[in-house]
C-alpha cells in the first residue's frame, strides 16, 4: 500500500506523461522533492534511534533542510514521561546554535521551552541525569574554539560492551 505522499508523485508522473508541460512538471518536482525529504527523514530516525548507538555518539549528516533537526526534535520527545508527582518530564535536551532556532523549534510546536536550549545557555547546563544532543555541530565547536570556519568532525569515542 503506498502512503499518500507516494500517490502523489505517482499522480503527477501520469498528469506529465499524459500533458507534459512546465506546470505539470514542477508539481511531479514539488512532490517527488517532498517524497526525498520524507525518506531521508526516516533514514535520520533509524539512525538515531538504532538501539546499538544508545551508549555512543551519533553524527547524522545530511544536505540543508532535509529533516537532520527534526529528526534531533522527534528524538528529544521520545524522552518525555510523567515522573511520580504527575508532571510531565523530559531525559534529553537539544542544544542549538541560537535563540532564533530555539524559538523556531519552540513556536512551530516540535519542542517545549525546557527541551531546546542555546549552546551559549548550555554552558550553565549541568544535568547528569539528561542526554543532550546538538545540531549545527561544527558551527558550536568553532565558536567554542574560536575559530574562522567550521573544523571538520571526526568523532571519537569510547563505548563500554
Known amino acids: 500500500m503506498m502512503s499518500p505522499i507516494e500517490a ?10 499524459r500533458k507534459p508541460s512546465a506546470a505539470t512538471f514542477t508539481v511531479l518536482d514539488k512532490a517527488t522533492s517532498a517524497l526525498n525529504h520524507l525518506r531521508l527523514h526516516a533514514d535520520y530516525r533509524k539512525q538515531i534511534e538504532a538501539p546499538e548507538h544508545r551508549d555512543g555518539s551519533i553524527v547524522v549528516a545530511g544536505p540543508r533542510q532535509s529533516g537532520k533537526t527534526t529528526s ?32 523556531e523549534l519552540i513556536h512551530s510546536g516540535k519542542l517545549r521551552k ?10 550553565g547546563i549541568r544535568d547528569q541525569t539528561r542526554e543532550y544532543a546538538v545540531d549545527e ?23 563500554d560492551a
Open 8 to 17: 502523489a508523485v505517482v499522480e503527477a508522473a501520469i498528469a506529465y506523461v
Open 72 to 103: 534531533a526534535a522527534d528524538w528529544v520527545r521520545a524522552g518525555r514521561t510523567v515522573n511520580d508527582e504527575g508532571d510531565d518530564v523530559n531525559s534529553r535536551m537539544l542544544l542549538v546554535l541560537n535563540g532564533y532556532m530555539a524559538d
Open 114 to 123: 525546557s527541551e531546546v536550549h542555546t549552546h551559549r545557555l548550555g554552558r
Open 137 to 159: 555541530t561544527g558551527q558550536v565547536l568553532a565558536h567554542y574554539l574560536g575559530l574562522n570556519r567550521e573544523p571538520a568532525l571526526i568523532s571519537v569515542c569510547t563505548v
